[in-house]
């Protein structure tokens, strides 16, 4: 049985390095634009949904925690300096048009036989003209 665990534990901590990648790759992304394709240097379709919906949640921890406080509501409880300090950044409404932009993309993605390129190109220069919102604090 220690097995198992051993094999859940790697398991676990690959994906939440993997996650952590993505969330780092992003945020280079929006201090150098032309780094959008190392986000999704792995292409495969079921790749790029996971993508989007780790930086869905990582932006829907920045706001609930900019309308909360609260770091126990967080999913990305091992990155809160860092989601704490890029919070700051946006405001809720911001945050809240961001998740929109990700979350029709990730829909686009599921539901439709659209071009992957195009559709997180527009995404991204979406996002990007919402970087860093003046209005934030």
């Known amino acids: 049985q220690s097995g198992l665990m051993d094999a859940c534990a790697k398991v676990s901590g690959d994906i939440l390095k993997e996650k952590n990648s993505i969330i780092d790759e992003f945020n280079n ?14 292409d495969t379709k079921e790749h790029i949904l996971w993508v ?3 930086l869905m949640w990582w932006h829907r921890d920045m706001l609930i925690f900019k309308e909360t406080g609260q770091q126990n509501l967080l999913a990305n409880k091992d990155r ?3 989601l704490i300090q890029r919070a700051d950044n946006y405001s809720s ?4 048009q961001i998740i929109t932009v990700i979350s029709k993309t ?4 599921r539901q439709t036989n659209v071009n992957a390129k195009l559709a997180l190109t527009v995404m991204a220069a979406d996002i990007l003209n919402a970087s860093i919102d003046v209005n934030a604090r």
């Open 52 to 54: 989007l919906l780790i």
């Open 106 to 109: 990730l829909q686009l993605m």
């Open 80 to 82: 809160i300096n860092d």
């Open 93 to 96: 409404s911001r945050l809240g």
């Open 29 to 42: 992304f929006l201090k150098n634009p032309s780094e959008i394709e190392k986000l999704f240097i792995k």
